[in-house]
């Protein structure tokens, strides 16, 4: 199996790297629905991300909610061969980084993360005690293992927008309260999420998409006006609003992040391909 490198270089001297690229996955970086039509633009998109971290020292890297096994898993579902040098997966709580062929969790980043206690029994406590409060159910997205680093559950819609923002709010300061972090947004049913549903993910106060970008600017020197970043939905936004250079996926269904921010001219992969290399070419004016 070939493989290539967005980082035969991954581990690099930071001075030589100046510039960064930063992708969610779901619907930006992967379009689930990839068909043969796509192909074309997905390879033109990875021989140039290839070639510009081979040479014009620029680091990749995918920020997703998802987990690593679900990203190698729908990468290899339409035969990706380009690997960003990092892969922040479970909400930005986990970093790996592209090494000998094959991703290795960092230690240094792990460490950062759970530097503080963030336990199971404590989120559940906070949600019963919502539940209880409002009369609502939250489920959990999957079975949860020991030590994780994001905890996930479904809040399904009441109808009411409204009333769904009011009680999801409440949970988000309760929450605080509680000195534990919760961030919502709508799910995607493209990504394989519920119709009429709200994420609800718990993370250490040192995670997410913002602490993954400015962890990476930190540990290569990159400043905001160096960084180009792309997403599709309402979790991307913290990261966004913090750049320079933002742009969200024309083909989103986020209506409300897509009026906030500059659109892409095409969908998905061409998408993606036309504005990093207009941003490369900018950047070597």
Not at 21 to 44: G, S, V
Not at 79 to 92: A, G, R, V
Not at 250 to 270: A, H, I, L, R, V
Request: charged fraction near 25%.
């Amino acid at each position: 199996a070939s493989c290539l490198v967005g980082s035969e270089m991954c581990i690099r001297d930071r001075k030589m790297t100046n510039r960064l690229i930063l992708f969610d996955f779901d619907e930006t970086y992967y379009k689930h629905r990839t068909n043969q039509a796509d192909i074309p633009y997905l390879k033109e998109m990875e021989s140039l991300l290839q070639n510009i971290t081979a040479k014009n020292n620029v680091i990749t890297a995918i920020l997703t909610g998802s987990t690593i096994e679900s990203v190698l898993q729908k990468m290899s579902k339409v035969n990706m061969s380009y690997k960003p040098q990092h892969i922040f997966s479970d909400l930005s709580s986990k970093m790996f980084t592209w090494n000998n062929c094959e991703y290795i969790e960092s230690d240094e980043y792990k460490n950062e993360v759970l530097i503080e206690p963030f336990l199971l029994e404590d989120i559940l406590d906070i949600l019963k005690h919502v539940s209880s409060k409002h009369k609502v159910e939250f489920i959990p997205q999957r079975i949860f293992r020991e030590n994780e680093t994001l905890y996930n559950f479904y809040f399904y819609s009441s109808g009411d927008t409204h009333l769904d923002k009011t009680i999801l709010e409440d949970l988000s300061q309760y929450s605080k309260t509680r000195d534990y972090t919760m961030t919502f947004n709508r799910c995607n049913p493209l990504a394989g999420d519920p119709e009429n549903a709200y994420d609800i993910n718990f993370t250490p106060k040192n995670a997410g998409k913002l602490y993954a970008t400015k962890f990476l600017m930190n540990k290569y020197g990159v400043p905001k006006e160096l960084i180009i970043g792309f997403g599709g939905s309402g979790n991307d936004e913290a990261f966004l609003s913090y750049l320079d250079h933002a742009m969200i996926m024309s083909n989103s269904q986020d209506e409300e992040m897509k009026s906030k921010f500059k659109n892409t001219k095409y969908p998905y992969y061409k998408g993606i391909y036309t504005h990093v290399r207009e941003f490369i070419e900018y950047e070597n004016v």
